[in-house]
């Protein structure tokens, strides 16, 4: 039985068209856990570091999960801050980058270990930043 060309293009359109949408859907679902509200992050997050721990217990964690900690930053932390985020203030922090997702706009998703002056883990702080490519 022979097929049209009409046919074909149709077909090939169509299979076309599945693969995008599952290649849409594969970039989507991946970054669904990092598509939630910045406060949900900053729990995830002290789950596996939980408020009072000390700098090394932190920095040993981030480095386990395959996170690259900025180097630690030593000074006053205002609380209120907008960088680092910070709503409770401290005495020295890193920056992680956690994630990126989007394709035309791109999130970032970020988090920021405040440490008080005994240098233990007050503040997990979330910051998301939206650019256009």
């Known amino acids: 039985m022979e097929v049209s060309v009409r046919a ?11 693969a995008l949408g599952v290649a849409f859907a594969a970039l989507w679902s991946a970054d669904l856990r990092w598509r939630v509200s910045e406060e949900s992050i900053a729990a995830r997050e002290l789950e596996t570091t939980p ?27 205002e609380p209120d801050s907008n960088y680092p985020v910070s709503t409770r203030g401290g ?8 994630a990126e997702y ?16 005994d240098r233990r883990l007050v503040e997990v702080g979330i910051r998301k930043t939206t650019d256009a490519f």
């Open 8 to 18: 074909r293009r149709v077909i090939a359109w169509t299979l076309g068209l599945i």
């Open 51 to 77: 408020l009072g721990s000390t700098e090394t217990v932190v920095l040993n964690a981030l480095i386990r999960r395959d996170r690259q900690p900025s180097p630690m930053w030593r000074g006053v932390i």
């Open 91 to 98: 005495a020295s922090y890193t920056r992680v980058a956690l």
């Open 102 to 117: 989007g394709i035309v706009f791109k999130t970032s998703v970020e988090a920021f270990y405040i440490f008080d002056g």
